[in-house]
């Protein structure tokens, strides 16, 4: 697995300043070196994983906003102090956060203590990409064209702008990760463009420095791990496939690319440990390069991250070599052991990052407390094969909005790509996360998609399968996961029925209280529709799937053995005659299967077949349960509302449905995920329809949120504040509504001198 002798050791402690699936990463190469491994939280990561897997856990202080617990780890004298306290002899940054700080590696030679990096001012160097452009350029490395300079304004880049060519790409210089990326395909647009960007850039990396780029269409994103050492050794090990992205976010990666031949290989890590001299690069780095799809045979520089890469995984699977581990020994001052004819690629692996977002919502940033998290028993690191999923959640972990939100990660090997992909589908489908939405129907709705199982892959495939899928209005797995099926439903309301009071069949209401297994051997109490003398009455059970709609299940008999009537949405091929009902009558029944925690057995009709099922209550009283299911490898959400919280639904949606004018909108805007507000217009400003009231920033995303008509805006949030997710934060009131209106402006004379 490794090119030296693990028993040989390289520090005795090592300090991780990061979080989440990347601090478990780094620890578990701790654990397995015999290095003690101290880990650093903020208040929020208290009982946090990678707090409880690290020998050592270290608060950082901070306060009581959102804002505060990020800070937490990007205080670089917290950090240093936190490694000297206890004695670390090193520190690993991870990825984000301080990992591509000079200052943290300046600090910890001012301490005495290896960063586990490159040196400051190979990170400066490549952390300004105009810098960076012009350092590779001169070594005979292609970079893409473009403009840009320290100290251009606005003006200055949009007059640069033509000789650059649309469309174009507006990119922060400092930075990484695709935050403050804006694609400009009009001269119109682009100060709109470069205000946002400037905005991002400022705020994430306190640098507003701007470029521009030629965007080079439907591109591949082909990126090159470098390895170098202290003694001036420098090998690459192959490259990563990443084209598969999202607004720059990668979402899929592989090794090697489909793409390159052993020849254009060769010839691109060439190019990348070039540009590692170039700096006089040490330790682990990527370069990364833009193939245009319309001349394959040609790549272009792009930039160099100076740090771990999120999808380092699937080069250590293709290469049997722990990349955390080379990091150690080179900070440690060790040569790399390794020659470039010592590399060699075996067989295929893919990676998926697993986020917490909603895809059936534009792919928002999700939140919420994990109920129950169940990696099937896969291992994480590098010595897992050919399953690895490395993750740093488990159940109970409080997913908040203040952090990427990245998950997990599911990688998968195979002697050929075909099965590499085969068994990624494979480990996403039974990886069960309760509680939290996340993409992972999408993401094996993507590995189904001919494109991606023929590798004809491009930066853009995935806005092309989410627009094509959203223009004809289907259904596509590749794009968002289909509603509930029936059986899902049966599911779970038979789940509401065992374990929740939602309507009773009396006409009384239990609200969302839940009721013990106990209940079920008293009959007054038992809410399985028992009535004196008289046969049993159906319980009516309703709900609501992500995309608002209702569905009505009736439970006659107990949870066990009960007759349910369900909608039947034609998910199976199933038509009803003349003379039925579009109704399915199903024989059911739920129960607790001993072997798992929130395990169920499903029994619809005679076959019995494993789910898994949770019960998120309530945190205020307007709100509904909501009941969470994975069966046959996917999960859905179904909010479970009783009586009243049914009622208010449709009041709602008849307050909605009136209005003088077809087409009526609601003037109540809300947030649609968690985060912090960046830009709102001022209370009381006439509005236009789909004019942006409110910005608001959430995981390297800026979200704008529209006027809904024309009118008076009644603004209820100011910038920097923290909103919830569905938190009104404007009103827009019609301009006949009685509401305030601005005043006219009173006329001025002419000082002038017009005519």
Partial sequence: MTPHDPSAGTFRTVLVANRGEIACRVVGTLRRLGVRAVAVFSDADADARHVREADV????????????????????DAVVAAAVATGAEAVHPGYGFLSENPALARACERAGIAFVGPGPAAMEAMADKLAAKGIVAARGVPVVPGAGAPGMSDDDLVAAADDVGYPLLVKPSAGGGGKG????????????????????????????????????????????????????????????????????????????SPLLTPARRAEMGAAACEVARSVGYVGAGTVEFLVPDAAPDEFFFIEMNTRLQVEHPVTEMVTGLDLVELQLRVAAGEPLGIAQDDVVLRGHAVEARLYAEAPERGFLPATGRVLRYDDGGVPAGPDASPLRLDSGIGTGTVVGGQFDPLLAKAVAWGETREEAVDRLDALLARTVVLGVET???????????????????????????????????????????????????????????????????????????????????????????????????????????????????????????????????????WEPTASEHPVREVRAGLAADPAGADAWWLTVDGVRERVRLALDEPTAADEPATVWLWHDGRTVALAAPDR????????????????????????????????????????????????????????????????????????????????????????????????????????????????
């Fill in 439 to 573: 993409n992972a129907a999408f993401l094996r709705g993507l590995l189904a998609a001919p494109d991606v199982r023929a590798g004809r892959l491009d930066t853009g495939l995935i806005d092309r399968l989410v627009a094509g899928a959203e223009a004809s209005g289907a259904e596509s797995g590749a794009v968002v996961p289909p509603a509930a099926g029936w059986v899902e439903l049966v599911a779970a309301a038979l789940f509401v029925a065992e374990h929740g009071v939602v309507a009773r069949p009396d006409g009384g209401t239990g609200g969302n209280r839940m009721v013990g297994s106990a209940a079920g051997d008293d009959p007054w109490r038992a809410g399985d529709g028992w009535r004196l003398n008289g046969p049993a009455a159906a319980r009516r059970v309703v709900l609501v799937d992500a995309a608002g709609a209702a569905h009505e299940v009736r439970v006659t008999g107990t949870a066990r053995d009960a007759v349910v009537q369900v909608p039947a949405p034609h998910d199976d091929g």
């Fill in 644 to 755: 009243s919280a049914q009622a208010a639904r449709v009041r709602a949606e008849r307050r909605r449905a009136r209005g003088d004018a077809p087409g009526a909108t609601d003037p109540e805007v809300r947030a649609a995920m968690p985060g912090t507000v960046v830009t709102a217009v001022a209370d009381g400003d006439p509005v236009t329809a789909g004019s942006v009231l409110v910005t608001v920033e959430a995981m390297k995303m800026e979200h704008p949120l529209l006027a809904p008509h024309d009118g008076v805006a009644s603004v209820r949030v100011r910038p920097g504040d923290l909103v919830r997710r569905d938190q009104v934060v404007a009103v827009v009131h019609p301009h006949d509504s009685g509401a305030a209106q601005p005043a006219a402006p009173v006329p001025q004379p002419d000082t002038q001198g017009a005519s």
């Fill in 57 to 76: 856990a270290v608060r950082l202080a901070n306060g009581t906003g959102a804002g505060d617990q990020l800070r937490a780890y990007l205080d670089v």
């Fill in 181 to 256: 990326m804006v694609v400009v395909r009009e001269a119109d647009d682009l100060p709109g463009a470069l205000a946002s960007a400037r905005r991002v850039a400022a705020s994430s990396f306190g640098d507003d420095t701007l470029l521009l780029e030629r965007l080079v269409e439907a591109p591949r994103h082909v990126e090159v791990q470098v390895l170098a050492d202290a003694h001036g050794n420098v090998v690459h090990l192959g490259e990563r496939e990443c084209s598969l992205q999202r607004r720059h976010q990668k979402v899929v990666e592989e090794a090697p």
